[in-house]
């Protein structure tokens, strides 16, 4: 559980400044960021959780936390597809907590 604080700092750090904030549920924080940890041992490198990933880093190059499509789901949404990043809006519920659409074309 250490690494997943530290994890949980680090990003923190990086992230707020740009205007995202992590989810106020720390719970669903946390199993994020546990998927994203998993994600990095099996892959080498920390994909989206909410995806599937291909185990290619050029494939899944578009969906390595934080995403492409993070900013614009954040500024229409106030919250990323899985509901990792959010801006400060959406944790203090001064706007809805609206479904968040897959903007990532199917792969195939």
């Not at 250490?2 to 992230?15: G, M, S, T, Y």
């Not at 229409?76 to 968040?100: D, F, M, R, T």
Request: hydrophobic share 30%; with cysteine; proline share 6%.
């Amino acid at each position: 559980m250490k690494d997943l604080e530290e994890l949980n700092e680090a990003l923190r750090k990086v992230q707020e400044p740009k205007g995202y904030f992590f989810n106020q549920d720390k719970t669903r924080v946390m199993e994020l960021l546990e998927a994203l940890r998993t994600n990095k041992e099996r892959y080498g490198y920390m994909s989206c959780p909410c995806r599937l990933a291909a185990g290619d880093r050029e494939a899944d190059q578009d969906i390595i936390c934080p995403c492409v499509y993070r900013e614009a789901d954040v500024r229409e949404y106030g919250s990323c597809y899985c509901n990792l990043y959010v801006s400060q809006e959406w944790n203090e519920e001064k706007i809805p907590h609206a479904y968040v659409p897959e903007r990532r074309e199917p792969q195939g």
